[in-house]
């Protein structure tokens, strides 16, 4: 070693016990997640565990080919299917007031989805006269057979074909930059407009 450095005093090896986390707990909290899965449907029957949840796209332009369930329904949509938003999640429909219907499509067709689940639904009254024995069992053997409506990806994929004449002069790009400019300028060339109508409105009266 040369020149007057400093010797190397490097603790790497104190008290590493206790900066080392193990991972010998996954199988036991497996059985642990699965077990309270069972005791809660146990515990809401004949209730279903998991909440309706609307069919939503993927974001970005590489996965919104794809169709999933989303966090809840959008108050357009459950104000369309004829849902009372403060009922909703008592009747186990989930909603999300951050989310916006971006499209026709995907509104109607999670109206489809809750007038789907509506048509299926029976609500049992909590007390009173209506709830008796033979309305619980009722209410018991509906929901057993009762499934959440599923959600189907219905995109059938087109067929290749050759680029026609009309496709290959078109220009796409600068289309949708048109498109885009024109989008956020909006406002901007109205209040021009506006202001020009005025002018002109002032020279008239002069």
């Not at 080392?20 to 209730?47: C, E, H, M, N, Y």
């Not at 998991?50 to 169709?67: E, F, S």
């Not at 429909?93 to 048509?119: G, M, P």
């Amino acid at each position: 070693m040369k020149h007057n450095n400093q010797l190397p005093n490097q603790h790497l090896r104190k008290e590493w016990q206790s900066r080392v986390r193990t991972w010998f707990d996954q199988p036991g909290r497996k059985l642990s997640r699965r077990r309270a899965r069972i005791a809660k449907a146990a515990k809401v029957a004949p209730r279903p565990v998991d909440l309706l949840r609307p069919a939503v796209r993927c974001p970005t332009i590489k996965y919104n080919r794809k169709v999933r369930a989303g966090r809840g329904f959008t108050l357009e949509e459950l104000k369309a299917a004829g849902v009372n938003p403060r009922e909703a999640l008592s009747i186990g429909i989930a909603v999300d007031t951050r989310r916006r219907n971006r499209s026709e499509e995907s509104l109607n067709l999670n109206v489809q989805r809750l007038k789907a689940y509506k048509a299926k639904l029976i609500v049992l009254p909590r007390s009173g006269k209506k709830r008796t024995p033979e309305s619980v069992k009722e209410f018991n053997d509906a929901q057993k057979t009762t499934v959440l409506p599923s959600i189907e990806d219905n995109y059938v994929p087109e067929a290749p074909r050759a680029i026609t004449a009309d496709e290959k002069k078109a220009r796409s790009y600068q289309k949708l930059r048109h498109q885009w400019s024109s989008y956020r300028t909006e406002g901007i060339r109205a209040a021009r407009a506006k202001a020009k109508a005025e002018e002109a409105e002032q020279k008239l009266k002069k």
